[in-house]
């Protein structure tokens, strides 16, 4: 599976857009990128992933690079809510689709 | 829709004891996983199913068992507890593979302790 990086943690102004940045330069073709998000004591909440393209739902959007090698999730109006850690995760997409979470990033919406 | 329910949401066990960690979905999901989350750390996979009566190994399934006789159910069974497997376990489910169905969904966790 290919490594990704991720800031340890960053803080974002309530309201304003939350830009998380990931570094995945070893990705496959067929590897997807994965957000999550896990806020304290909480399990693990689904975000938004996506393959080439760039991605939007309710929730974020996702900025993937041409060449694949990096992206970005995008909170567009982060709340005091939004405050968890964020894991960027590259993975097939199989049966045994386990989620290997790495360190993620500490996000802290502030008012 | 319950979503993934587990119980119980703690338990403190002896060194030796056995134990089965309760894990529902209510969501008719094909998937079934079993993590755990040591403190600061990521997530490991336990075990996963991809259907009744089908499991398979994870990363980390040394000191655990698991069944899978409904598509509701997939219960993780712990032998001999050992101090090492103090941890949070997190049940997640996942309806397929198609595209539109990769999300997991995560129970609340299962904090465990071993004294």
């Known amino acids: 599976d290919a490594k990704t990086t991720q800031p340890t943690s960053m803080d974002c102004a309530e309201g304003r857009a939350a830009n998380l940045p990931c570094n995945h330069s070893t990705i496959s073709g067929n590897e997807y990128v994965y957000w999550y998000r896990q806020i304290h004591s909480q399990g693990p909440q689904y975000i938004i992933h996506g393959l080439k393209n760039n991605e939007t739902n309710e929730m974020a959007s996702l900025i993937i690079t041409e060449d694949r090698k990096s992206s970005t999730l995008i909170l567009p109006h982060a709340t005091l809510r939004d405050t968890a850690v964020y894991y960027c995760?590259?993975?097939?997409?199989?049966?045994?689709?386990?989620?290997?979470f790495g360190g993620g990033t500490r996000l802290m919406v502030k008012p | 829709n319950a979503g993934v329910t587990q119980t119980p949401k703690f338990r403190i066990l002896k060194i030796g004891q056995s134990m089965t960690l309760q894990c529902a979905q209510d969501?008719?999901?094909?998937?079934m996983y079993w993590y755990r989350q040591d403190p600061g750390m990521g997530l490991k996979l336990i075990y996963y199913s991809v259907g009744a009566g089908i499991t398979d190994k994870g990363e980390v399934p040394n000191g655990y068992n698991v069944s899978r006789s409904t598509t509701e159910d997939f219960p993780l069974r712990l032998e001999l507890a050992a101090p090492s497997q103090t941890s949070v376990y997190f049940c997640?489910?996942?309806?397929?593979?198609?595209?539109?169905?990769?999300?997991?969904?995560f129970g609340p966790g299962t904090r465990l302790t071993v004294l």
């Open positions: 969501m008719n999901h094909n998937y």
């Open positions: 997640a489910s996942r309806l397929g593979l198609a595209r539109s169905y990769n999300e997991q969904f």
């Open positions: 995760i590259v993975r097939v997409n199989n049966a045994g689709n386990m989620l290997t």
